[in-house]
């Protein structure tokens, strides 16, 4: 037989068990952290590599987006004609016969 006491506080949910506070700090530590890249670092590389016709690895860190950043900027852009060749390779497309 079960029995518990309800004493001031033992109401809505208090008697419930929780993530203990050191699981709860480990779970925010490892889906925010303040070292990951940010969302808008990721949509650069994203933008830059397409622009540049390059690929890269997902950055670990602010820092190796930086620097993949900063890499990428320095890249040529490709120009109209090898840009959408590369987009169509990627997509694994064919490309039309001219006509």
Known sequence: MRTESRGVGAG???GRTAIPDHRRE???ATTQSP???TAKQLAFLRRLAHQT???FT???TRRQASGQIAAL???PVSDQLEFALDDLAVRGGQL???A
């Open 53 to 55: 016709g390059t690929t």
């Open 58 to 60: 997902l950055p670990k």
């Open 96 to 98: 039309a016969e001219a």
């Open 12 to 14: 809505r949910g208090e």
């Open 35 to 37: 070292l990951a890249p």
């Open 73 to 75: 900027v320095k890249r």
């Open 26 to 28: 480990s779970v925010m």
